[in-house]
């Protein structure tokens, strides 16, 4: 792959139509549906079809053999090269590729900025009714599950006591203090104890990912030689733009926390603290 986790329009505007390239757009509540999208792109529904419906909690990650049926029907081959972007910035397609990445495949990258950047930038879009799976053969991708890049409250349990590990939460401080209400109801405020708040906003800089010397700067500063990484947030998606912002500052031990405060904030005996 010619790039690493993070690519530009340039980049993609060049390849558009090539035969082994899909663009998928990973956008998520307000902006999923967007009738903008760069041309050829189709539609990888982290609210709909590649969340698992049957858990209680919010964007849990698909099996292996449900996310092999859903890259399938994309059209997407074990030898494809994968951009996803969305409507948002660097948002949700964070959580796709870290997704991508969790069941084996790495030949996926973030369109940096997303389609703000991309209109901004004046490459080309399409409107109208996205593709449909129609439009494209049925793929041959076929996941081979990676442990570890996704976890539970058990192994971010015994990271928050391991003087090696650092757990990041991606929300807000005042979400992080518990001062502001959680947006899901029945969740109670606050943070888990000995967790680090850095905003996902914050490794973002005009809506494009901050850059690699920014980046180490910025979790280092909070982690100090700590070099495993966790990550956490509300349902798992932005966690994942603290996850990218690590791998392009050159971290390599990192872990999404799947339930994230989802899970973690319901009422149970998983401890939480409260204030910054």
């Given at each position: 792959?010619?790039?690493?986790?993070l690519?530009?329009?340039?980049w993609?505007?060049a390849?558009?139509?090539?035969?082994?390239?899909?663009?998928l757009d990973?956008?998520?509540?307000?902006?999923r549906?967007?009738e903008?999208?760069?041309?050829g792109?189709?539609?990888?529904?982290?609210d709909?079809?590649?969340?698992?419906?049957?858990?209680?909690l919010p964007?849990t990650?698909?099996?292996?053999?449900?996310f092999?049926?859903?890259a399938?029907a994309?059209?997407i081959?074990?030898?494809?090269t994968?951009v996803?972007?969305?409507?948002?910035?660097v948002?949700?397609?964070?959580?796709a590729?870290w997704m991508?990445r969790?069941?084996?495949?790495?030949?996926?990258?973030?369109?940096?900025?997303?389609?703000?950047?991309?209109?901004?930038a004046?490459?080309?879009?399409?409107?109208?009714?996205?593709?449909?799976?129609?439009?494209?053969?049925r793929?041959?991708?076929?996941?081979r599950?990676?442990?570890?890049?996704l976890?539970?409250?058990?192994?971010?349990?015994?990271a928050l006591?391991?003087?090696?590990?650092?757990?990041?939460?991606?929300?807000?401080r005042e979400?992080?203090?518990?001062?502001?209400?959680e947006?899901r109801?029945?969740?109670?405020?606050?943070h888990m104890?000995?967790s680090?708040n850095?905003?996902?906003?914050e490794?973002q800089?005009?809506?494009?990912?901050r850059?690699?010397?920014e980046?180490?700067?910025a979790?280092?500063g909070l982690?100090?030689?700590?070099?495993?990484?966790?990550?956490s947030?509300?349902s798992g998606?932005?966690?994942?733009?603290?996850?990218?912002?690590?791998?392009?500052?050159?971290?390599?031990?990192l872990s999404?926390?799947?339930?994230?405060?989802?899970?973690?904030?319901?009422p149970?005996?998983?401890p939480?603290?409260?204030g910054a």
């Amino acid at each position: 792959m010619p790039f690493g986790p993070l690519t530009d329009g340039e980049w993609l505007a060049a390849r558009l139509g090539t035969p082994d390239l899909v663009v998928l757009d990973a956008s998520v509540g307000a902006h999923r549906g967007t009738e903008r999208r760069i041309p050829g792109t189709r539609v990888f529904d982290i609210d709909g079809a590649f969340s698992d419906h049957a858990s209680p909690l919010p964007h849990t990650m698909l099996g292996a053999d449900a996310f092999t049926e859903e890259a399938r029907a994309l059209g997407i081959d074990d030898a494809s090269t994968v951009v996803v972007y969305d409507a948002a910035g660097v948002y949700s397609s964070a959580r796709a590729r870290w997704m991508f990445r969790a069941m084996g495949f790495d030949r996926v990258a973030v369109l940096d900025g997303g389609l703000p950047a991309w209109e901004a930038a004046g490459l080309p879009v399409e409107s109208g009714r996205p593709l449909t799976t129609g439009s494209w053969g049925r793929g041959d991708f076929t996941a081979r599950p990676r442990p570890g890049l996704l976890v539970g409250s058990a192994e971010v349990t015994a990271a928050l006591a391991d003087p090696g590990s650092a757990v990041f939460d991606a929300r807000t401080r005042e979400r992080f203090a518990g001062t502001a209400p959680e947006p899901r109801p029945g969740l109670r405020g606050g943070h888990m104890p000995g967790s680090l708040n850095l905003p996902f906003g914050e490794v973002q800089a005009a809506g494009r990912m901050r850059s690699a010397p920014e980046l180490r700067a910025a979790f280092s500063g909070l982690a100090g030689d700590r070099e495993r990484l966790y990550f956490s947030c509300g349902s798992g998606v932005t966690a994942c733009v603290l996850a990218l912002g690590a791998e392009l500052a050159g971290y390599d031990e990192l872990s999404v926390y799947d339930g994230s405060w989802g899970e973690w904030g319901l009422p149970s005996d998983l401890p939480v603290a409260t204030g910054a």
